[in-house]
């Protein structure tokens, strides 16, 4: 199974978020259309795949994970026939496309809720979960202690009923109640009513929180927060794979598609296993976060203190997940996507874009799974200077500052500083184009900003460029995709040497052909002695005189080759 082939398993896919990659009419929000007006550079990119973000009819308190009405498409984003118009265009030159799938709640104007909260007895009150509040002291409190994600409670008070909605997001975006089969049935037909109009599979938003603990008992985690941030209480619970089983019988199987489940911080291999294993599980690959938090961005304090790749931390990562799911069930390969901070700013060096960049490339995209490239990233895109709170524009940015009780000015200025190193703020700034006013995005002012540096890190001045980040992007697709490695690079095993070393990242992969990747993840010269393996060929490299021969060999700052050796 693991080796039958599958378009999604060779697929090279590129994610879109889509207010912010391209403006069509003009209105400074990124659109359908615009997506279409750039295929032609997605197919020279090498992308077989793209995923959009939500797309439909939404008040944007998230930017459209709050959506409410699923059948609609948002007019800020462009129509229903725009959407068909890029389906056709994009298969007609051999992209598919898969869009966001968000099950987990709606947003509070979806009609269903304001139904819902309209009256205890209402037809729809039973498609969210409410709860009564507490009595502590004499005080009524939330039915429990558990954190939302987006900062403060999970719950919300209702005053018309005088009841909690729960809302593991915003208050906007309350929670689907999936104990419920007619809410199971409805959000089914919205995924059969996207299939049939041609969409090659979703990414199905916070899958990892369908099934909720059943008993409302406080959390006894001690953290210093109001709300304990107990994510157990709503993730992996095994309720879940039953719902998804309902969703893979009823619907996902009867599509040639794939389906990738979000799962997040807390999934181990083996839970990833039961979403998406060949033998039962109900998706097709997920996605999990534990290589976005590798290194000690969430832990700096102070504006002196810089980021440090801690490369053991991410190779032990890479060596769990690549090993225990290789044979077992499938998986996509990313970096980053639009809720974590640049991978230029997080693992690279915008120094060195270029060399740090395209060793990152290499690094990642040679491993087994479905490559996803996050906009921006081919170019070496960096994070935004953020520096006053005003300048965010996500909703839990807003949440944790309004919830944050900051004792001195000290507090506040750390909350900034820390927020601006790993906000996801920082992946959603406006696609740079062209060196032109608004960086080729619009012609109106973007709602976004727009990266200070995009005169000169932008996609015009790269894709001529034979020795540009972006142009080793196409390279690393090219070979990935090219008999008669594919196979290799696809379905061949995984095997992690040198483990132990904390500046270099090499790895074995093994089928048709022998294939030895090493890179250099430090701006430090560093020596490598692999002796036993006798090179027969340079599949691709970032210098451009790289050894032949594997005894002693000195390797620049991020220097990463990729070697065909003798099997
Ligand atoms: C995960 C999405 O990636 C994120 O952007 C969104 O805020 C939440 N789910 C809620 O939909």
């Known amino acids: 199974m693991f080796y039958q082939r599958k378009w999604w398993k060779e697929a090279i896919g590129y994610q879109i978020y889509l207010k912010s990659f391209k403006d069509s009419n003009n209105d400074g929000i990124g659109d359908l259309n615009g997506i279409r007006e750039k295929l032609p550079y997605l197919k020279e990119l090498g992308i077989t795949l793209i995923w959009i973000t939500p797309f439909y009819l939404s008040p944007m308190d998230d930017n459209g994970y709050d959506i409410s009405d699923f059948y609609q498409v948002d007019p800020a984003f462009g129509s229903l026939d725009d959407i068909k118009n890029l389906l056709k265009e994009a298969h007609d030159i051999g992209i598919r496309v898969i869009v966001d799938f968000v099950m987990n709640h709606t947003s509070d104007e979806h009609h269903w809720f304001v139904e819902a909260r309209k009256s205890k007895s209402n037809k729809y009150r039973d498609y969210y979960l409410w709860a009564k509040g507490k009595i ?34 915003s208050k906007k975006m309350p929670d689907l109640n999936y104990r419920n089969p007619e809410v199971r049935k409805e959000m089914q037909e919205v995924a059969k009513y996207w299939l049939d109009l041609g969409v090659d599979g979703f990414r199905i938003d916070a899958v990892a929180h ?12 001690k953290t210093d927060n109001k709300y304990q941030p107990d994510w157990r209480k709503f993730s992996n619970l095994p309720v879940l794979f039953d719902y998804l089983k309902e969703f893979k019988e009823n619907v996902f199987d009867h599509y040639e598609i794939v389906t990738i489940g979000e799962v997040g911080g807390d999934a181990s291999p083996k839970e990833a296993i039961a979403y998406a294993g060949y033998k039962n599980g109900p998706l097709k690959m997920v996605f999990n976060f534990d290589h976005c938090w590798s290194n ?9 203190e810089t980021v440090k790749v801690d490369l053991l931390n991410l190779k032990q990562v890479f060596d769990k997940w690549q090993r225990k799911q290789y044979q077992k069930a499938w998986a996509p390969l990313y970096w980053l996507n639009h809720d974590h901070p640049r991978l230029m700013s997080h693992y690279g060096n915008p120094q060195k874009r270029f060399l740090s960049g395209s060793m990152l490339a290499t690094a990642l995209y040679f491993m087994w799974g479905t490559p996803f490239v996050y906009q921006g990233e081919e170019i070496g895109t960096t994070n935004y200077p953020f520096k006053d709170i005003r300048e965010f524009n996500d909703v839990g940015v807003k949440n944790s500052y309004e919830n944050s009780l900051f004792k001195s000015l000290e507090e506040e200025k750390k909350f900034i500083f820390q927020t601006a190193l790993k906000s996801r703020d920082n992946a959603r700034t406006i696609m740079s184009w062209n060196a032109s006013k608004y960086g080729g995005f619009s012609q109106s002012e973007p709602w976004f900003h727009l990266h200070p540096d995009y005169r000169s890190v932008n996609v015009a001045a790269q894709l001529d460029d034979p020795d540009s980040l972006l142009t080793y992007y196409k390279k690393v697709f090219e070979l990935r995709k090219s008999e008669p490695y594919l196979s290799t690079f696809v379905y061949g095993s995984y095997q992690q040497l040198l483990k132990r070393n ?25 020596v490598v002695n692999l002796p036993r393996f006798k090179v027969k060929k340079i599949l691709l490299s970032n210098y451009s005189d790289t050894r032949t021969i594997l005894a002693n060999v000195l390797l620049r700052p991020y220097e990463s080759i990729v070697y065909e050796v003798e099997k």
């Not at 939302?148 to 005053?159: I, Q, R, T």
């Not at 369908?210 to 985690?221: F, M």
Request: hydrophobic residues 35%.
């Open 502 to 526: 904390p500046h270099l990242y090499i790895y074995l992969r093994e089928k048709e052909k022998k294939i030895l990747v090493i890179t250099n993840f430090f701006d430090q010269e560093r």
């Open 210 to 221: 369908l099934g909720r603990s059943e008993e409302l008992i406080d959390s006894n985690l």
């Open 136 to 169: 502590v002291d004499g005080k009524e409190v939330e039915p429990t202690n558990w954190a939302s994600f987006f900062g403060g409670s999970c719950w919300e008070k209702d005053e018309l009923t005088d009841e909690y909605y729960m809302k593991i997001f």
């Open 296 to 304: 000690n961005v969430w832990q700096l304090e102070k504006s002196s």
